[in-house]
């Protein structure tokens, strides 16, 4: 996990802005055993490579492990 992009809707007073949340930020809650955080260069296949947001990222790959970032509103995938 690198980052977050959050478009706030209509019920705020940040209407039409978009807020980026970094995997760093506090709000983040990360459980499980698996998660370590890297600041390593990653191989994003056929995007340009490069380093993450703000140089790190989380990394699990052990089933079960979660993050959790809380918000008020709806969550939609692309």
Request: charged share 20%; aromatic share 10%; net charge negative.
């Amino acid at each position: 996990m690198d980052y977050a992009i959050i478009e706030l809707g209509q019920n705020t007073p940040l209407v039409g802005k978009t807020v980026v949340v970094d995997n760093k930020d506090a709000a983040i809650r990360f459980s499980g055993v698996g998660w370590t955080e890297n600041d390593d260069p990653f191989n994003a296949g056929t995007l340009p490579d490069g380093f993450p947001l703000h140089n790190s990222t989380h990394r699990t790959s052990t089933p079960g492990d979660m993050a959790t970032f809380k918000f008020s509103g709806a969550f939609q995938l692309p």
